[in-house]
């Protein structure tokens, strides 16, 4: 690797500096995105042709010295694989065609063949480590089983989930059911991820948060948990370091650390410090400025880089990062001014 930094803030080794990738860096922000966009015809046209997939994987890299490259695609192309139909409106969000609301509907799915039914994510692994030739490290990713069952119930996004939540309650047998389906698929779909050449691999269980947390702990983080183990026996993912993000389940972080994955991604309603001090040695953490602060003048995001640099301290295992995605308003050059400042500022602390 000609930048490694970023896997070695995973191992928790010393780093020059300290590294940073952003959310959804490949994205509406950035203009050259909106052209493959348009190029593409929609949204799972780009996500589903490896070259676009690839260009706009890149794109980013590009343009900011980034110490990371994220794959294109999106948690959804698991129940897509399933027979569910994906589609994706501009202003409306996700929508699957045939979600699932019955125990009927639940035995009806299967486990995918990443190598099949998603082979145009693998073959966009593939191209891309081919692409970067060693410039930054590959992250694969995946939903959480809750988060992409609470798509898959729903049938499209939800400020609560209450058809997910109310199975739970209702019939935890079912849930429990298509939870294990879902953690199985998501197993195998990373793990083909490893394969092709992912260097790391994150699960994003954006929903988690939503859940009370005796219900976080049943139907989402046994889940999580179930993942960050299962990978641990497969010959290639083993030695892929796993980050786990479940946004707005500060209360758990003891928890999700225990789970045997590398790092904790964290939100920004929680200190970096108090995070570091909770979960110890065991795990990296990667995190966590508010993405509005893009829109800040450039002094005030140098000012809140230092801020979260410094709450951090003078530790090995911070992997910089946003609290959630960047939004689409955001001006490109501040997020320049945003990695140049965590480069800068952390060299010189070092």
């Not at 590009?62 to 990371?68: E, G, N, V």
């Not at 199985?184 to 083909?192: D, E, F, G, P």
């Not at 400025?289 to 801020?307: C, F, Q, T």
């Not at 945003?338 to 602390?349: C, G």
Request: include cysteine.
């Amino acid at each position: 690797m000609d930048n490694d930094r970023f896997l070695r803030a995973l191992r928790r080794e010393p780093v020059d500096a300290t590294p940073v990738w952003i959310m959804r860096q490949a994205g509406r922000y950035l203009p050259e995105y909106r052209a493959t966009r348009a190029r593409a015809g929609s949204f799972v046209n780009l996500c589903k042709t490896p070259e676009l997939a690839c260009e706009v994987t890149l794109q980013p890299i590009a343009r900011f010295p980034l110490d990371a490259a994220i794959l294109f695609s999106d948690i959804l192309t698991v129940p897509d694989a399933m027979g569910l139909g994906l589609s994706v409106d501009e202003g409306v969000g996700p929508r699957l065609a045939k979600p699932v609301r019955t125990r009927a509907d639940i035995d009806a799915l299967g486990v995918p063949d990443p190598e099949t039914e998603l082979r145009y994510v693998m073959d966009a692994v593939r191209l891309i480590r081919r692409e970067l030739n060693g410039k930054v490290p590959l992250i694969g990713f995946a939903g959480s089983p809750w988060t992409l069952a609470c798509y898959m119930i729903e049938g499209e996004g939800s400020a609560s989930f209450a058809r997910a939540k109310a199975l739970a309650w209702d019939d935890p047998a079912t849930m429990h059911k298509l939870l294990d389906i879902v953690a199985r698929a998501v197993v195998r779909y990373l793990a083909a991820q490893a394969a092709a050449g992912a260097q790391a691999l994150m699960v994003f269980d954006t929903w988690g948060g939503l859940l009370a947390p005796g219900l976080f702990r049943e139907f989402s983080l046994r889940y999580l948990a179930q993942i960050a183990q299962s990978l641990q026996s497969d010959n290639v993912a083993k030695s892929i370091p796993l980050i786990l993000f479940s946004k707005g389940a500060n209360g758990h972080l003891e928890a999700l650390a225990d789970t045997g994955c590398a790092a904790l991604g964290l939100d920004w309603t929680i200190s970096l410090d108090d995070a570091r001090v909770r979960v110890g040695t065991r795990v990296a953490l990667q995190g966590n400025l508010d993405p509005a602060v893009l829109h800040a003048s450039p002094d005030a995001i140098r000012a809140e880089v230092g801020k979260a640099l410094a709450s951090f301290g003078p530790h090995p295992g911070h992997v910089f990062n946003l609290g959630h995605g960047i939004t689409p308003d955001v001006d490109p050059e501040r997020l320049g001014v945003l990695v140049d400042a965590v480069h800068e500022l952390s060299a010189a602390s070092s």
